[in-house]
C-alpha cells in the first residue's frame, strides 16, 4: 500500500513539473517578437561553447539548457545576412571556450572574411583566448585583450592515452578485432602505446593543422609564416608580450573597444545587436525565395538504437524517416546531406545509406561533409554524389573494428563466480566471461571481413571506383580533407557556401536566385516535444533523460568529440566508427 501511494504521489509531482515546464516554454515562446534592428548597428557575435550541426531540443529549464542555441547552419545564415544588411555597419567578434572542431572554424572564420570584403569593419575583443579562439580573431580588422590577460597560443598536440596497464591490474581484458591495419579503435584498452600507424596518421593531422594554423595567423596579422613559426615556438605570451610581436593591436577593455567602434561608425551611442536576436530578424523587404533545399543532417555517432527522436545522436530510423519527410516534400527542390559523424554502428550506417541512395534517385543531392565524416560517417556519404569537404575534415577511415572485454581476472578478484551453460558452439562468443578461442576468434573474423568488403563496395560504387583501389586506400586510414581530395575519397574542398553553389548547379536553379534553407531535423521546443506524445510518438521522457545523462557526461568529458565517442563505444557490436575523435589543441 505504502508503495503504491509513493508511487500516485510521484506520478502527480512529476505532472505537477511537467504541467509548470510546459507553461513556463509556451509563454516563453509565445513572448518572443523579432528584434528591431536599428541603423549603423553592431552585430554582437558572443561565440561561447558549442555550436551544433544539429539543433539541440530548446529546454526551459536553465541548467538543462547549456547548449547554445544557434546552429552552425544558422550562424552561416546570420553572418551572411549580416553582410547584406545595409544596417549592419561591423561585428564584435568575442570569442571564448568555442566548442567546434578544425573544419568548422574554418566555416565561421571564411565568413567573416566575406563581411570584411563586403566593406564593413570587425573588431576582435578577446578574453583568455586558446588557438581556436584566436585563429578566428585573425579574420578581424583589429584585435583587442585587456594588459593583463594572456594568449594560451604555443602550438597545437595531439595525446593518446592507454589504459592497459590500468586493466591489467583490474584483470580485465580487452580483445580487439579489426579489418585494417589503421584501424586502431579500441587500442587505448589493448595496447599500452601508439601503433606506427597511429602514430603516422597523427602525425599527418598534425602537420596539416599546425600548417593550416600558421598561414592563417601569418595572413591575419601580415606576417611572413617562417615568423609566425618562430613566435609560436615562444608562446604562451602574455597580452603585453603579443602586442609587442603583434600578434593583438590594442590593450584595453570592453569600453575601449565600444569607443573605438563608436569612432568608426561616427555615431555617439553605440546601437549593438546579440546574435540570437539578429539571427531571428529578417532584411527588410526580402522577399520569400521560391525555391527551398533541404538541409539534412547526421551529427554525431550511428546509434543502432530503434530510436525515432532526431534529438539523439544519428539513428537510422530517425535519419529514414527524415528521408522520407523530404522525398515526399514537393517544395524541396535538392538536397544539402551535411555529414559529420565519426561513425558507429555498421549495420546502421548501411540502413541510412540505402535510404540516402534512394532520396538521391527523387532529389538533386550533395554531400558536405563538417568536422567528421569517417568510418560509418563516411559510409553514408557514398550516395554518388559529389562530394564536399573542408581541408581540415577527418575522413576516410574505411575499416571494420569488434571489441569485447573479458572481466574474468576482475571477478576472481572481487569473488564473483559465474557458470555458462550453453548450447550452440558459439552461444558464448560475446561473454564477458571467459576469451576468444581460436574458433570464435576465427569466426568472428570472418564476420568483420565480410562487413569489410562491404564497406569496400559501398565505397567503391559510391566514388565510381573499382574496388581494388578503394582498398589501397582504406585500411582503416583516416585522412584529412586535403588528403582525401588528392586520394578521390572527396570531389571538392570547401564550405556552404559552395555546397550551396553546387546544388543549385545541380538542380537547375539560377546561381544568383535566393534560395530557402530548410533544416532537417528542424529545432523542436520542450513543447513541442511533449505533444508529441498525442500522435504516437513519445519522445519526451527519453529527450529529458538524455538531456540529464548528456550533463552528467559532460562533467566527465568536457569535449564534445569525447562524449560522441564514448557514447559509440558503449553500444558495442560491429562498428565502423573512427578509431579516434582527434582533438588537437
Given at each position: 500500500m505504502k508503495k503504491f501511494?509513493?508511487?500516485?504521489?510521484?506520478?502527480?509531482?512529476?505532472?505537477?513539473?511537467?504541467?509548470?515546464?510546459?507553461?513556463?516554454?509556451?509563454?516563453?515562446?509565445?513572448?518572443?517578437?523579432?528584434?528591431?534592428?536599428?541603423?549603423?548597428?553592431?552585430?554582437?557575435?558572443?561565440?561561447?561553447?558549442?555550436?551544433?550541426?544539429?539543433?539541440?531540443?530548446?529546454?526551459?529549464?536553465?541548467?538543462?539548457?547549456?547548449?547554445?542555441?544557434?546552429?552552425?547552419?544558422?550562424?552561416?545564415?546570420?553572418?551572411?545576412?549580416?553582410?547584406?544588411?545595409?544596417?549592419?555597419?561591423?561585428?564584435?567578434?568575442?570569442?571564448?571556450?568555442?566548442?567546434?572542431?578544425?573544419?568548422?572554424?574554418?566555416?565561421?572564420r571564411q565568413q567573416l572574411l566575406k563581411f570584411r570584403k563586403k566593406g564593413k569593419t570587425i573588431y576582435a575583443h578577446l578574453?583568455?583566448?586558446?588557438?581556436?579562439?584566436?585563429?578566428?580573431?585573425?579574420?578581424?580588422?583589429?584585435?583587442?585583450?585587456?594588459?593583463?590577460?594572456?594568449?594560451?597560443?604555443?602550438?597545437?598536440?595531439?595525446?593518446?592515452?592507454?589504459?592497459?596497464?590500468?586493466?591489467?591490474?583490474?584483470?580485465?581484458?580487452?580483445?580487439?578485432?579489426?579489418?585494417?591495419?589503421?584501424?586502431?579503435?579500441?587500442?587505448?584498452?589493448?595496447?599500452t602505446s601508439m601503433t606506427p600507424e597511429t602514430r603516422e596518421v597523427l602525425n599527418g593531422f598534425l602537420d596539416q593543422l599546425y600548417g593550416s594554423l600558421v598561414n592563417v595567423v601569418a595572413e591575419g596579422r601580415k606576417k611572413k609564416p617562417e615568423a609566425v613559426r618562430a613566435l609560436i615556438d615562444d608562446g604562451p605570451f602574455l597580452a603585453r608580450k603579443a602586442k609587442e610581436f603583434g600578434l593583438v593591436d590594442v590593450l584595453g577593455y570592453q569600453e575601449d573597444v565600444e569607443e573605438a567602434l563608436k569612432g568608426v561608425l561616427k555615431v555617439s551611442e553605440l546601437k549593438k545587436t546579440a546574435l540570437r536576436d539578429y539571427s531571428k530578424s529578417k532584411l527588410p523587404g526580402a522577399a520569400t525565395p521560391k525555391k527551398r533545399i533541404a538541409f539534412l543532417v547526421a551529427d554525431g555517432g550511428i546509434s543502432g538504437a530503434m530510436n525515432l527522436d532526431p534529438s539523439d545522436d544519428v539513428t537510422a530510423p530517425a535519419m529514414i524517416k527524415l528521408m522520407k519527410d523530404i522525398e515526399k516534400d514537393e517544395s524541396i527542390s535538392g538536397v544539402i546531406f551535411r555529414v559529420n559523424?565519426?561513425?558507429?554502428?555498421?549495420?546502421?550506417?548501411?540502413?541510412?545509406?540505402?535510404?540516402?541512395?534512394?532520396?538521391?534517385?527523387?532529389?538533386?543531392?550533395?554531400?558536405?561533409?563538417?568536422?567528421?565524416?569517417?568510418?560509418?560517417?563516411?559510409?553514408?556519404?557514398?550516395?554518388?554524389?559529389?562530394?564536399?569537404?573542408?581541408?581540415?575534415?577527418?575522413?576516410?577511415?574505411?575499416?571494420?573494428?569488434?571489441?569485447?572485454?573479458?572481466?574474468?581476472?576482475?571477478?576472481?578478484?572481487?569473488?564473483?563466480?559465474?557458470?555458462?551453460?550453453?548450447?550452440?558452439?558459439?552461444?558464448?562468443?560475446?561473454?564477458?566471461?571467459?576469451?576468444?578461442?581460436?574458433?570464435?576468434?576465427?569466426?568472428?573474423?570472418?564476420?568483420?571481413?565480410?562487413?569489410?568488403?562491404?564497406?569496400?563496395?559501398?565505397?567503391?560504387?559510391?566514388?565510381?571506383?573499382?574496388?581494388?583501389?578503394?582498398?589501397?586506400?582504406?585500411?582503416?586510414?583516416?585522412?584529412?580533407?586535403?588528403?582525401?581530395?588528392?586520394?578521390?575519397?572527396?570531389?571538392?574542398?570547401?564550405?556552404?557556401d559552395r555546397a550551396v553553389e553546387m546544388i543549385k548547379a545541380k538542380a537547375k536553379i539560377d546561381a544568383n536566385e535566393k534560395v530557402g534553407i530548410v533544416p532537417y531535423p528542424q529545432r523542436k521546443s520542450f513543447v513541442e516535444q511533449w505533444l508529441q506524445r498525442n500522435s504516437g510518438e513519445d519522445t519526451t521522457a527519453p529527450a529529458m533523460e538524455k538531456a540529464v545523462f548528456d550533463r552528467a557526461l559532460k562533467s566527465v568529458f568536457p569535449s564534445a568529440a569525447e562524449r560522441t565517442w564514448v557514447r559509440t563505444y558503449l553500444r558495442g557490436g560491429m562498428l565502423s566508427v573512427s578509431p579516434y575523435l582527434i582533438e588537437i589543441r
Open positions: 501511494i509513493l508511487g500516485v504521489l510521484c506520478g502527480l509531482a512529476f505532472a505537477v513539473l511537467a504541467g509548470v515546464i510546459v507553461t513556463f516554454a509556451a509563454i516563453r515562446m509565445g513572448g518572443e517578437k523579432p528584434a528591431a534592428v536599428a541603423e549603423n548597428s553592431v552585430l554582437v557575435l558572443k561565440l561561447d561553447g558549442e555550436i551544433p550541426e544539429k539543433p539541440p531540443m530548446d529546454m526551459p529549464i536553465p541548467w538543462l539548457n547549456q547548449q547554445p542555441s544557434i546552429t552552425m547552419l544558422e550562424l552561416w545564415s546570420t553572418i551572411n545576412r549580416a553582410s547584406e544588411d545595409s544596417r549592419i555597419k561591423a561585428i564584435l567578434l568575442e570569442p571564448r571556450d568555442v566548442g567546434v572542431g578544425w573544419a568548422g572554424l574554418e566555416e565561421i578574453h583568455t583566448p586558446g588557438t581556436r579562439e584566436y585563429y578566428l580573431a585573425t579574420a578581424a580588422d583589429k584585435i583587442y585583450i585587456a594588459p593583463e590577460d594572456h594568449i594560451d597560443v604555443k602550438g597545437l598536440r595531439a595525446e593518446s592515452t592507454y589504459w592497459k596497464g590500468t586493466l591489467d591490474k583490474l584483470g580485465v581484458q580487452v580483445e580487439i578485432e579489426h579489418a585494417g591495419r589503421y584501424k586502431d579503435f579500441g587500442d587505448q584498452y589493448s595496447r559523424s565519426p561513425g558507429g554502428d555498421a549495420l546502421a550506417s548501411d540502413l541510412m545509406l540505402h535510404q540516402a541512395r534512394l532520396l538521391s534517385k527523387k532529389k538533386p543531392m550533395i554531400i558536405s561533409m563538417a568536422d567528421y565524416a569517417a568510418s560509418g560517417g563516411y559510409m553514408i556519404s557514398m550516395t554518388g554524389d559529389p562530394v564536399l569537404s573542408y581541408p581540415n575534415t577527418i575522413t576516410g577511415s574505411i575499416g571494420v573494428v569488434f571489441g569485447k572485454g573479458n572481466l574474468r581476472g576482475l571477478y576472481d578478484k572481487i569473488g564473483v563466480n559465474k557458470e555458462i551453460l550453453t548450447r550452440g558452439r558459439f552461444a558464448a562468443i560475446d561473454s564477458e566471461y571467459m576469451p576468444l578461442d581460436e574458433a570464435g576468434r576465427k569466426k568472428l573474423r570472418e564476420s568483420i571481413l565480410a562487413t569489410y568488403d562491404g564497406f569496400l563496395q559501398s565505397v567503391a560504387e559510391g566514388r565510381k571506383q573499382k574496388k581494388e583501389d578503394i582498398a589501397l586506400k582504406a585500411e582503416g586510414r583516416a585522412w584529412t580533407g586535403s588528403q582525401a581530395k588528392q586520394q578521390a575519397l572527396v570531389d571538392e574542398l570547401g564550405g556552404l
